[in-house]
Protein backbone atom coordinates (compact mmCIF):
# COMPACT_ATOMS: atom_id res chain seq x y z
CA UNK A 1 0.00 0.00 0.00
CA UNK A 2 2.78 2.90 1.12
CA UNK A 3 4.31 1.95 -2.04
CA UNK A 4 2.16 3.32 -4.54
CA UNK A 5 2.61 6.87 -5.05
CA UNK A 6 -1.03 7.97 -4.89
CA UNK A 7 -1.06 6.52 -1.40
CA UNK A 8 1.27 9.14 -0.33
CA UNK A 9 -0.84 12.00 -2.42
CA UNK A 10 -3.58 10.73 -0.59
CA UNK A 11 -2.40 11.15 2.83
CA UNK A 12 -1.11 14.34 2.14
CA UNK A 13 -4.68 15.62 1.44
CA UNK A 14 -5.86 13.78 4.62
CA UNK A 15 -3.01 15.95 6.10
CA UNK A 16 -4.00 19.16 5.00
CA UNK A 17 -7.80 18.59 5.21
CA UNK A 18 -7.09 17.83 8.80
CA UNK A 19 -4.93 20.82 9.49
CA UNK A 20 -7.98 23.15 8.48
CA UNK A 21 -9.60 21.62 11.69
CA UNK A 22 -7.43 23.92 13.74
CA UNK A 23 -6.85 27.35 14.61
CA UNK A 24 -8.45 29.94 12.30
CA UNK A 25 -8.41 29.57 8.69
CA UNK A 26 -9.22 34.06 7.36
CA UNK A 27 -8.95 36.61 9.51
CA UNK A 28 -10.23 40.01 9.45
CA UNK A 29 -10.44 43.48 10.48
CA UNK A 30 -13.34 45.54 10.72
CA UNK A 31 -14.19 49.07 10.14
CA UNK A 32 -14.37 49.60 13.72
CA UNK A 33 -11.14 48.03 14.39
CA UNK A 34 -12.51 44.80 15.33
CA UNK A 35 -11.10 41.50 14.88
CA UNK A 36 -12.72 38.93 13.20
CA UNK A 37 -11.62 35.20 12.17
CA UNK A 38 -12.97 32.10 10.18
CA UNK A 39 -12.67 28.62 12.14
CA UNK A 40 -13.97 25.17 10.60
CA UNK A 41 -17.30 25.88 12.95
CA UNK A 42 -17.80 29.51 12.39
CA UNK A 43 -16.92 33.43 12.32
CA UNK A 44 -15.73 34.32 15.62
CA UNK A 45 -15.24 37.86 16.93
CA UNK A 46 -11.92 38.21 18.73
CA UNK A 47 -10.99 40.93 21.51
CA UNK A 48 -8.86 40.58 24.05
CA UNK A 49 -7.70 37.16 23.89
CA UNK A 50 -11.51 36.18 23.45
CA UNK A 51 -13.01 34.33 20.52
CA UNK A 52 -16.59 34.70 20.81
CA UNK A 53 -18.58 32.61 17.50
CA UNK A 54 -21.08 35.42 16.15
CA UNK A 55 -22.17 33.14 12.87
CA UNK A 56 -22.15 29.50 13.04
CA UNK A 57 -20.94 27.93 9.50
CA UNK A 58 -22.94 25.19 9.94
CA UNK A 59 -22.05 23.78 6.21
CA UNK A 60 -18.66 24.09 6.24
CA UNK A 61 -18.53 22.71 9.70
CA UNK A 62 -19.99 19.59 8.27
CA UNK A 63 -17.54 19.97 4.82
CA UNK A 64 -14.29 20.38 6.59
CA UNK A 65 -15.16 17.37 9.01
CA UNK A 66 -16.10 15.24 6.26
CA UNK A 67 -13.33 15.74 4.14
CA UNK A 68 -10.34 13.89 6.36
CA UNK A 69 -13.11 11.37 6.91
CA UNK A 70 -13.90 10.77 3.10
CA UNK A 71 -10.20 10.66 2.13
CA UNK A 72 -9.30 8.49 4.87
CA UNK A 73 -11.91 5.69 3.68
CA UNK A 74 -10.45 6.47 0.07
CA UNK A 75 -7.22 5.33 1.38
CA UNK A 76 -8.16 2.72 2.82
CA UNK A 77 -10.00 1.63 0.04
CA UNK A 78 -6.89 -0.02 -1.71
CA UNK A 79 -8.04 -3.33 -2.28
CA UNK A 80 -10.86 -2.52 -4.31
CA UNK A 81 -9.90 0.11 -6.91
CA UNK A 82 -13.07 0.64 -8.51
CA UNK A 83 -14.97 1.78 -5.20
CA UNK A 84 -11.61 3.90 -4.65
CA UNK A 85 -12.04 5.58 -7.82
CA UNK A 86 -15.21 6.87 -6.88
CA UNK A 87 -14.48 7.86 -3.40
CA UNK A 88 -11.25 9.85 -4.76
CA UNK A 89 -13.89 11.39 -7.22
CA UNK A 90 -16.22 12.77 -4.48
CA UNK A 91 -13.38 13.92 -1.84
CA UNK A 92 -12.17 15.69 -5.00
CA UNK A 93 -15.39 17.22 -5.28
CA UNK A 94 -15.87 17.66 -2.51
CA UNK A 95 -12.67 19.90 -2.33
CA UNK A 96 -13.81 21.91 -4.83
CA UNK A 97 -16.63 22.67 -2.93
CA UNK A 98 -15.05 23.37 0.13
CA UNK A 99 -13.02 25.66 -2.14
CA UNK A 100 -16.09 27.61 -3.45
CA UNK A 101 -17.93 27.62 -0.01
CA UNK A 102 -15.07 29.50 1.72
CA UNK A 103 -15.09 31.79 -0.96
CA UNK A 104 -18.93 32.54 -0.02
CA UNK A 105 -18.10 32.76 3.32
CA UNK A 106 -15.07 35.24 2.76
CA UNK A 107 -17.78 37.65 1.17
CA UNK A 108 -20.21 37.40 3.20
CA UNK A 109 -18.41 38.57 6.14
CA UNK A 110 -16.72 41.14 3.61
CA UNK A 111 -20.07 43.24 3.00
CA UNK A 112 -22.32 42.29 6.45
CA UNK A 113 -19.36 43.38 8.53
CA UNK A 114 -17.51 45.97 5.97
CA UNK A 115 -14.15 43.85 6.99
CA UNK A 116 -10.72 43.93 5.03
CA UNK A 117 -9.06 40.23 4.85
CA UNK A 118 -5.63 39.07 6.24
CA UNK A 119 -5.24 36.13 4.28
CA UNK A 120 -2.89 33.61 5.55
CA UNK A 121 -1.65 30.22 4.74
CA UNK A 122 -4.47 27.94 5.26
CA UNK A 123 -6.54 29.43 2.53
CA UNK A 124 -4.90 27.76 -0.25
CA UNK A 125 -5.17 24.48 2.14
CA UNK A 126 -7.79 22.91 0.17
CA UNK A 127 -6.64 23.66 -3.14
CA UNK A 128 -3.50 21.70 -2.43
CA UNK A 129 -5.69 18.94 -1.38
CA UNK A 130 -8.11 19.02 -4.13
CA UNK A 131 -4.82 18.66 -6.41
CA UNK A 132 -3.33 15.92 -4.24
CA UNK A 133 -6.52 13.87 -4.46
CA UNK A 134 -6.85 14.49 -8.15
CA UNK A 135 -2.82 13.24 -8.18
CA UNK A 136 -3.80 10.09 -6.75
CA UNK A 137 -6.98 9.64 -8.72
CA UNK A 138 -4.70 9.92 -11.32
CA UNK A 139 -2.43 7.00 -9.54
CA UNK A 140 -5.31 4.80 -9.11
CA UNK A 141 -6.73 5.13 -12.30
CA UNK A 142 -3.34 3.96 -14.02
CA UNK A 143 -3.06 1.06 -11.27
CA UNK A 144 -6.69 0.14 -12.85
CA UNK A 145 -5.52 0.18 -16.44
CA UNK A 146 -2.39 -1.84 -15.89
CA UNK A 147 -4.25 -4.79 -13.72
CA UNK A 148 -6.82 -4.93 -17.10
CA UNK A 149 -3.81 -4.55 -19.83
CA UNK A 150 -2.98 -7.81 -17.69
CA UNK A 151 -5.97 -9.23 -17.85
CA UNK A 152 -6.26 -8.73 -21.80
CA UNK A 153 -3.15 -10.37 -21.85
CA UNK A 154 -4.34 -14.07 -20.63
Known sequence: MIQRIQTLYIAGA?????????????DFVGADSTSFEIRYNGLFEVTANTAIKTEPFTALTILLVLLP???????????RRKLQLRTAILSLLL???????LAYYILFVITKYDA?????IKIIFPVISAILMCLGFRGILKDELLVRSYDRLR
Open 14 to 26: ILFSSLLLYGKIV
Open 69 to 79: VLSLITLLLFK
Open 95 to 101: FLGSVVL
Open 116 to 120: TVIFG
